[in-house]
């Protein structure tokens, strides 16, 4: 069984690695430094500069104008360098777990940034400044303090990934639209009780830990979604339109209120894991038997008394969570099927 942390490590791992706009590490050795000294004895062949631990960024960085790659982990600095904004090269900023509170004005000289992690800051607004920076791809802002996020991200065409996880998001201005491009939507835990925007390219999002009471009507007719969160929320009802979601593999909707399930689920015929653990279910559809892709299902934590004798039909399933239940008989069709 994969619980939702390790799932989102798993799917970020994909990303990270298994897709090109994360593919980071393929520099040559004699090209990686880790401080700045180091790299001053040949500078215009740093290409990849990680810096933990130091109190502060020396203006010496702006020496290295072929630097693509920029990590500064664990370090006590409250704002990025200047002098950063002279290294044209520039692709991937990674600057977590500092103390940033704020970013330089003109960011937008950095015309080739495609990708910055900021997570794990002190940042109380959304940072304006990397709005400028058009041809981003992914913005990793998780662990902040941010309440909103500006329509101006709406400008951001290129962007795929948006990473906003552990903030203070309650909800979106009206007419708010984030870029058609994202493909990679995160919000889990925030405070969020709707949203209302359409991603027409959209393939994983993660809504868990907020205080939706509904399934966005919007998100029911995002045929490419491939991943779907939306665990400890307020749910009470799964809607039938669920069934649009053709491309659905991954469905989460553990921790709610639910205390039925819409036959239509059945229709999501590329389904491999279903969770419905730690809601108010007293029985599931027997449809579900038609999904023949279905890896596992967690039904852990609710109120059934049965299992359904039509998912001896699922040639696919590996992996049954039935424990917490009040189920009294077990069919003999079980003993195959590895349970929890």
């Known amino acids: 069984m994969l619980n939702n942390f390790l799932w989102k490590i798993l799917f970020l791992g994909v990303l990270f690695f298994g897709n090109p706009i994360y593919n980071y590490g393929q520099q040559s050795e004699k090209n990686i430094y880790s401080s700045i000294e180091s790299g001053l004895r040949n500078p215009s062949e740093v290409e990849y500069l990680e810096l933990t631990n130091i109190p502060y960024i020396s203006a010496d960085i702006a020496k290295f104008i072929n630097l693509s790659e920029l990590y500064i982990y664990n370090c006590n600095i409250e704002t990025l360098p200047n002098e ?19 970013l330089p004005k003109n960011m937008g000289d950095l015309k080739n940034l495609e990708k910055i992690s900021l997570s794990g800051n002190l940042f109380s607004k959304f940072p304006a400044e990397i709005l400028q920076n058009t041809n981003l791809q992914v913005i990793n802002l998780a662990n902040n303090q941010i309440k909103e996020i500006p329509i101006e991200i709406n400008n951001l065409t290129k962007l795929k990934v948006l990473e906003l996880s552990f903030n203070k998001i309650s909800g979106f201005k009206n007419n708010f639209q984030l870029p058609v491009s994202l493909q990679y939507l995160y919000l889990s835990n925030n405070k969020i009780k709707n949203l209302d925007f359409k991603l027409s390219q959209l393939k994983s999002i993660c809504l868990d830990n907020n205080h939706l009471e509904s399934i966005p009507e919007s998100l029911l007719f995002v045929n490419s979604l491939v991943v779907f969160n939306i665990s400890n929320n307020k749910l009470i009802k799964i809607p039938s339109k669920i069934s649009s979601l053709k491309n659905l593999v991954k469905f989460n909707v553990s921790n709610n209120q639910l ?82």
């Open 84 to 102: 950063i904004l002279a290294l044209s090269k520039l692709k991937i900023i990674v600057a977590d777990n500092n103390k940033l509170k704020k």
């Open 259 to 340: 205390a039925q399930i819409p036959e239509e689920i059945s229709q999501l015929r590329n389904l491999q894991y279903l969770n419905l653990a730690n809601n108010n279910l007293s029985e599931i559809p027997h449809q579900i038997s038609q999904i023949q892709t279905i890896i596992e299902i967690n039904l852990c934590r609710n109120n059934l008394t049965k299992i359904p004798e039509e998912f001896i039909e699922i040639k696919s399933l590996k992996l049954l969570g039935i424990s917490g239940n009040i189920i009294s008989v077990y069919p003999l069709w079980l003993e195959n099927i590895k349970k929890y």
